[in-house]
Every structure is written in structure tokens, then in C-alpha cells.
């Protein structure tokens, strides 16, 4: 039978070894099993994307046609030129600009383009020779004989990427190749204004995203009017009917959306996703109840009401719930026999020529009154076909003033081709691409930016492996976009800030990032604590007791040795 001495050393070594498991075994296993899984993130790469610092270069090239250069000047000209320009957004947002000019001879067959009957025609003949890449321009200078263009045109932009412009027979004698260019320098500059990217489209694009000078003001109301960037788009074209006992409405909404809308729309492909539908609403009434004006004998909607008008219509046209893009909506409201004819009013109390508003990044309203109809021998309800024409001309207006596209004012003795059938220039596609890529640019950067923030901030966040590709694939799109801006290569820029904008998204709002966003470290020890605490305090009670009886052991040697 084991001496109590026995029993005593053999339970301290038994509550020693129990002590060591749970010490070397047990806590390392239970804080890996519920450690949260953190995958790897390029922490070092965000911060530097984190930047901004853009460099956008066009290629620019100037083709002289007969007549405009001496033989001594051609051997004479550069072949190439860069211009670089910096501007300041902010404090702390730099944006480069680089202009890549050649300088060449137009060929024979371009020679021939040159030389048809107006400008037009040249435009065309030009395009089909050789089709310029996205973002480039090309300056056509000819002579002063030339009959392309009127007298008191100076520069014609056509409807593609190309530009003429007249030099003086002047400069041919007696000017250097230098002198020349620097007479022709101003306009190109102008020229490039025009159908390039300006500093005031690069600032309303980053607008959401940097602190503008006071001077940026105008920038920030065209940004606010055109709806942010998105992969996809839905525009929804509504007729409103308050009085159907009054009036029976046929529109051909099909075939105006595919003459008028289908162009525009397919050029935009490269940008987003569209998607069209319509419906017809039955007695939606307008929120305001237009005034009587007894001089025009017509009733009126002043500026001030508008805003009034959106929110009782909104309410009948329905959600889009299977989608997470945009809508745009377009209203066709035609009154009803009591309130026409009606018309809307700005703020100088002048009547509006096309009878519709818009509303920044909510869609458009157009008015449609019916002339010589609602008489006293008129049968009701009175059939009435719409002028698609008319309608879609408005809302191709707007359409385009919704999603960005906008032409500035050319300077005087600028002469610009007005769109075809599409209704978007080729220029005008590349200002828009210009401005959107850097827009995707900045939004990546923000999102992907804010969810390392957050994920830094938040450790009991799961990043899991997806979540992790998610981010990686947005900062290697960046950086492609980036080098692409730089490159000039805008098709390709403008892809990869739609894929860096995708991912970005995808990885912000996984729904994995809330499993544990709500379960913080206190709620783990009110859950673990009722589990170990009652086989830790007997554990912890023999080391203290084992404790004590070594430390009373070593006080007796010492009081033996004394």
C-alpha cells in the first residue's frame, strides 16, 4: 500500500501532466480551430493604388496635304512631338497629360479623299481608308484654295476622328518648319478640346472622389446630372394616360426604340449593358395641379413645381427588382381634356420649346398635347397617334445628357458636323470612354481601398480564398488600366476598369464578409467560459496548491540549514 507521500507526489504529477496537456496541446488546438481565416491580401499594393496618379496620353497625328508645305518644309518637319501637361484636381491628386504628335505627308489616296465636293464626303472617304484607334485624333491641315471648307470656317470636325483645318498660303514662303508648327499649335490645341478629353470632363469624373476648387463648379453640376459609371443600364419608356374615357393613345414605342435609340445604344455597347422595356399607365395623374393662364389660355407647370411632379408618378411605375442597375425612365404624360393644352415653364417664366424636364440621374418628363382635338362635336374617346419623331427627339436628348455625352461649345471658327443617324460622333464616344475608364479608375480604387480599411479595422472579418481572388484580380486590373491609360491604348484601358469595377464590387459585398462582423470577442468568452471554466479552476487550484507546498518545503530547508 503506497505511503501517503506516494499518493501526494503522485497527484501533483498527475495534475502537472494534466496542466502540461492543456497548456502545450489544448490551448494552441482551440485557438487554431477558432481562429478566424484570414486569406492573404496585397495590402502594399491598394495602399499604392491608393494614389491616383493617372497619366493619360492621346495620339495626335497632323497630316499636311498638297499645297500647305513648301518641298524645303516637308524635309524639314519633325516626325514626332510630345507635349506633356500636369494638372492639379486637388492637393493631393495629380493628373498627367501626354499628346503624342506625328507629323506627316498625306498619301495619294487620301489626296483623292481630300478632294471631293464637301467635307462630308471627305470625312467619309478618309474613314473608310483608314480607321483611326480609339482616342486618337487626326488633323488633316489644308490649303487655303481648298473648297472643303466655307470662308469663315477655319476648322471642320467631322462626325468620325478626324479634323480639317486651313493654313494660309502665307506660311509656305519664308517660315521655318518650327515657324509653322507654332502657327498651327493654338488650333490643334482647340481642336483637341473639342474631340479629346478636357481637363474639366477628368475633374467632373473624379468629382464623387476629390475635394474641387472653388473654380470646379461647373464640373461638379454636370457630374451630378449624368448617371455614375455602371456595367448595365435599364431604361424604361413609359406613356402616362390620366383620362382614358377622354382619349384612346397608339405610340409604335418598338419601332421609335429601334430607329432612334437602337443606334445610339450599340455604339455605347463598348461602356455598358442595356436593356429597354415599356409600359402604359392608366390614369397617373401629374402631383401638381397646373395653374390657368388666362393670357395664353393654356394652362402652365412653373420651374418651381417640378420638382413636385416626380414622386406620385414614381410610385405607379414599378421597381426593378430583378436587376441592381440604374434605371432610367422616360415619361410621355398627355393631359387630359380638363388641364389642355399644357405647358411647362422655366424659371423665367419663358416657355420651354421641347415641353420636358429632366431630373439629375432620375430620367426625363415630356408633356405631349394634342392640338384641335377635345371640341364640341369631338366623340369620345378621341384616337390619337403619337409623333414618335417628336417624342424621341427629346428623349434622345436627354438619353444622352443622362449617360455623360456631352459636346462642348466650339470655339468661333470651329464648324461641327451634326451627328447622324446614331446620334453619337466617334469623338464623342471617346470623350465619354475618356471619362469613364478614369471614373472606373477611381471607383475600383475607393471600393477596394475601403474594404482593406474596413478588414484592418474589423480582425474577426472571414476573408475567405474567394474574396482574396476577388481582391487580387481587381488590383492586377487596376494596374493593367493604369498602364493602358499611359499607353494610350483607351479600348483596352476602359475594359480593364470594367473588370477592376466588377471585382471590386463582388469582393465589397460578398455576403461572407457578415457571418461574423456581429460576433466580437466578448461573445466568444461568454460562450467558451461555461465549457473550460469548471475543468480549468481544479486544474489551477492543484497548481496552486502545488505551488504552496514547494515554496512551504523550501522555507523549512532553509529554517533546518539556520
Same mark, same amino acid.
Given at each position: 500500500?503506497?505511503?501517503?507521500?506516494?499518493?501526494? =507526489?503522485?497527484?501533483?504529477?498527475?495534475?502537472?501532466?494534466?496542466?502540461?496537456?492543456?497548456?502545450?496541446?489544448?490551448?494552441?488546438?482551440?485557438? &487554431?480551430?477558432?481562429?478566424?481565416?484570414?486569406?492573404?491580401?496585397?495590402?502594399?499594393?491598394?495602399?499604392?493604388?491608393?494614389?491616383?496618379?493617372?497619366?493619360?496620353?492621346?495620339?495626335? /497625328?497632323?497630316?499636311?496635304?498638297?499645297?500647305?508645305? @513648301?518641298?524645303?518644309?516637308?524635309?524639314?518637319?519633325?516626325?514626332?512631338?510630345?507635349?506633356?501637361?500636369?494638372?492639379?484636381?486637388?492637393?493631393?491628386?495629380?493628373?498627367?497629360? &501626354?499628346?503624342?504628335?506625328?507629323?506627316?505627308?498625306?498619301? %495619294?489616296?487620301?489626296?483623292?479623299?481630300?478632294?471631293?465636293?464637301?467635307?462630308?464626303?471627305?470625312?467619309? @472617304?478618309?474613314?473608310?481608308?483608314?480607321?483611326?484607334?480609339?482616342?486618337?485624333?487626326?488633323?488633316?491641315?489644308?490649303?487655303?484654295?481648298?473648297?472643303?471648307?466655307?470662308?469663315? %470656317? /477655319?476648322?471642320?470636325?467631322?462626325?468620325?476622328?478626324?479634323?480639317?483645318? &486651313?493654313?494660309?498660303?502665307?506660311?509656305?514662303?519664308? =517660315?521655318?518648319?518650327?515657324?509653322?508648327?507654332?502657327? +498651327?499649335?493654338?488650333?490643334?490645341?482647340? %481642336?483637341?478640346?473639342?474631340?479629346?478629353?478636357?481637363?474639366?470632363?477628368?475633374?467632373?469624373?473624379?468629382?464623387?472622389?476629390?475635394?474641387?476648387?472653388?473654380?470646379?463648379?461647373?464640373?461638379?453640376?454636370?457630374?451630378?446630372?449624368?448617371?455614375?459609371?455602371?456595367?448595365?443600364?435599364?431604361?424604361?419608356?413609359?406613356?402616362?394616360?390620366?383620362?382614358?374615357?377622354?382619349?384612346?393613345?397608339?405610340?409604335?414605342?418598338?419601332?421609335?426604340?429601334?430607329?432612334?435609340?437602337?443606334?445610339?445604344?450599340?455604339?455605347?455597347?463598348?461602356?455598358?449593358?442595356? @436593356?429597354?422595356?415599356?409600359?402604359?399607365?392608366?390614369?397617373?395623374?401629374? $402631383?401638381?395641379?397646373?395653374?390657368?393662364?388666362?393670357?395664353?389660355?393654356?394652362?402652365?407647370? #412653373?420651374?418651381?413645381?417640378?420638382?413636385?411632379?416626380?414622386?406620385?408618378?414614381?410610385?405607379?411605375?414599378?421597381?426593378?427588382?430583378?436587376?441592381? #442597375?440604374?434605371?432610367?425612365?422616360?415619361?410621355?404624360?398627355?393631359?387630359?381634356?380638363?388641364?389642355?393644352?399644357?405647358?411647362?415653364?422655366?424659371?423665367?417664366?419663358?416657355?420651354?420649346?421641347?415641353?420636358?424636364?429632366?431630373?439629375?440621374?432620375?430620367?426625363?418628363?415630356?408633356?405631349?398635347?394634342?392640338?384641335?382635338?377635345?371640341?364640341?362635336?369631338?366623340?369620345?374617346?378621341?384616337?390619337?397617334?403619337?409623333?414618335?419623331?417628336?417624342?424621341? $427627339?427629346?428623349?434622345?436628348?436627354?438619353?444622352?445628357?443622362?449617360?455623360?455625352?456631352?459636346?462642348?461649345?466650339?470655339?468661333?471658327?470651329?464648324?461641327?458636323?451634326?451627328?447622324?443617324?446614331? $446620334?453619337?460622333?466617334?469623338?464623342?464616344?471617346?470623350?465619354?470612354?475618356?471619362?469613364?475608364?478614369?471614373?472606373?479608375?477611381?471607383?475600383?480604387?475607393?471600393?477596394?481601398?475601403?474594404?482593406?480599411? *474596413?478588414?484592418?479595422?474589423?480582425?474577426?472579418?472571414?476573408? #475567405?480564398?474567394?474574396?482574396?481572388?476577388?481582391?487580387?484580380?481587381? %488590383?492586377?486590373?487596376?494596374? *493593367?488600366?493604369?498602364?493602358?491609360?499611359?499607353?494610350?491604348?483607351?479600348?483596352?484601358?476602359?475594359?480593364?476598369?470594367?473588370?477592376?469595377?466588377?471585382?471590386? /464590387?463582388?469582393?465589397?459585398?460578398?455576403?461572407?464578409?457578415?457571418?461574423?462582423?456581429?460576433?466580437?470577442?466578448?461573445?466568444?468568452?461568454?460562450?467558451?467560459?461555461?465549457?473550460? +471554466?469548471?475543468?480549468?479552476?481544479?486544474?489551477?487550484?492543484?497548481?496552486?496548491?502545488?505551488?504552496?507546498?514547494?515554496?512551504?518545503?523550501?522555507?523549512? =530547508?532553509?529554517?533546518?540549514?539556520?
Amino acid at each position: 500500500m503506497a505511503t501517503p507521500e506516494v499518493e501526494r =507526489k503522485r497527484g501533483h504529477l498527475a495534475a502537472l501532466s494534466i496542466a502540461a496537456v492543456v497548456i502545450i496541446l489544448g490551448i494552441p488546438l482551440w485557438w &487554431r480551430t477558432t481562429q478566424t481565416y484570414r486569406a492573404w491580401l496585397p495590402v502594399n499594393q491598394i495602399n499604392d493604388l491608393a494614389k491616383l496618379q493617372l497619366q493619360l496620353s492621346v495620339d495626335v /497625328e497632323v497630316v499636311f496635304a498638297r499645297g500647305t508645305l @513648301s518641298p524645303e518644309q516637308q524635309k524639314k518637319v519633325p516626325l514626332t512631338q510630345a507635349r506633356h501637361e500636369e494638372h492639379k484636381v486637388d492637393e493631393d491628386t495629380t493628373l498627367r497629360y &501626354r499628346y503624342d504628335t506625328k507629323y506627316r505627308t498625306a498619301t %495619294v489616296m487620301e489626296e483623292d479623299a481630300l478632294n471631293k465636293p464637301s467635307a462630308a464626303e471627305a470625312d467619309l @472617304s478618309l474613314h473608310t481608308l483608314s480607321e483611326s484607334p480609339c482616342g486618337s485624333v487626326v488633323v488633316y491641315v489644308i490649303p487655303e484654295s481648298s473648297l472643303l471648307l466655307l470662308e469663315d %470656317v /477655319e476648322v471642320y470636325i467631322g462626325e468620325r476622328r478626324t479634323a480639317l483645318l &486651313r493654313i494660309g498660303t502665307q506660311m509656305r514662303v519664308g =517660315k521655318t518648319p518650327q515657324q509653322v508648327l507654332a502657327h +498651327l499649335e493654338p488650333r490643334i490645341k482647340q %481642336v483637341l478640346q473639342v474631340m479629346s478629353f478636357s481637363h474639366a470632363d477628368v475633374t467632373a469624373a473624379l468629382s464623387d472622389r476629390v475635394r474641387l476648387s472653388p473654380g470646379s463648379k461647373e464640373s461638379r453640376a454636370d457630374s451630378m446630372r449624368a448617371f455614375k459609371s455602371s456595367p448595365g443600364y435599364e431604361i424604361t419608356f413609359s406613356l402616362l394616360n390620366p383620362d382614358p374615357k377622354s382619349h384612346n393613345l397608339d405610340w409604335d414605342i418598338e419601332g421609335a426604340v429601334q430607329q432612334y435609340i437602337q443606334p445610339l445604344l450599340t455604339k455605347l455597347s463598348p461602356l455598358a449593358n442595356f @436593356s429597354i422595356d415599356s409600359q402604359i399607365l392608366y390614369y397617373a395623374m401629374l $402631383g401638381v395641379n397646373p395653374r390657368f393662364d388666362s393670357s395664353l389660355s393654356a394652362y402652365t407647370l #412653373n420651374a418651381d413645381s417640378l420638382a413636385h411632379v416626380i414622386n406620385p408618378v414614381e410610385a405607379r411605375l414599378g421597381s426593378n427588382a430583378a436587376s441592381s #442597375n440604374p434605371v432610367l425612365n422616360f415619361l410621355l404624360y398627355v393631359p387630359d381634356a380638363k388641364h389642355a393644352p399644357l405647358f411647362i415653364h422655366d424659371h423665367n417664366k419663358q416657355e420651354v420649346p421641347s415641353n420636358a424636364f429632366h431630373s439629375p440621374r432620375w430620367g426625363g418628363i415630356m408633356v405631349y398635347n394634342v392640338n384641335g382635338l377635345y371640341g364640341p362635336g369631338d366623340v369620345f374617346p378621341v384616337n390619337i397617334n403619337i409623333n414618335m419623331a417628336k417624342v424621341m $427627339g427629346v428623349f434622345l436628348a436627354q438619353l444622352r445628357l443622362m449617360l455623360g455625352v456631352q459636346s462642348p461649345a466650339p470655339p468661333p471658327g470651329f464648324r461641327v458636323e451634326p451627328r447622324g443617324s446614331a $446620334g453619337l460622333a466617334h469623338w464623342e464616344l471617346d470623350r465619354l470612354m475618356w471619362s469613364r475608364t478614369v471614373e472606373n479608375v477611381a471607383t475600383a480604387t475607393t471600393t477596394i481601398t475601403s474594404l482593406a480599411q *474596413l478588414l484592418d479595422q474589423i480582425g474577426n472579418i472571414v476573408i #475567405n480564398d474567394n474574396i482574396a481572388q476577388q481582391v487580387s484580380n481587381t %488590383v492586377t486590373s487596376l494596374q *493593367l488600366a493604369v498602364a493602358e491609360l499611359e499607353a494610350g491604348n483607351l479600348g483596352f484601358a476602359l475594359q480593364y476598369s470594367k473588370e477592376a469595377i466588377l471585382a471590386s /464590387e463582388r469582393a465589397f459585398f460578398d455576403p461572407s464578409l457578415l457571418h461574423l462582423l456581429y460576433f466580437p470577442d466578448d461573445q466568444k468568452f461568454a460562450i467558451y467560459i461555461p465549457l473550460f +471554466l469548471p475543468m480549468c479552476v481544479p486544474i489551477l487550484l492543484s497548481l496552486l496548491k502545488i505551488a504552496s507546498e514547494v515554496r512551504q518545503r523550501r522555507r523549512d =530547508k532553509k529554517a533546518k540549514k539556520d
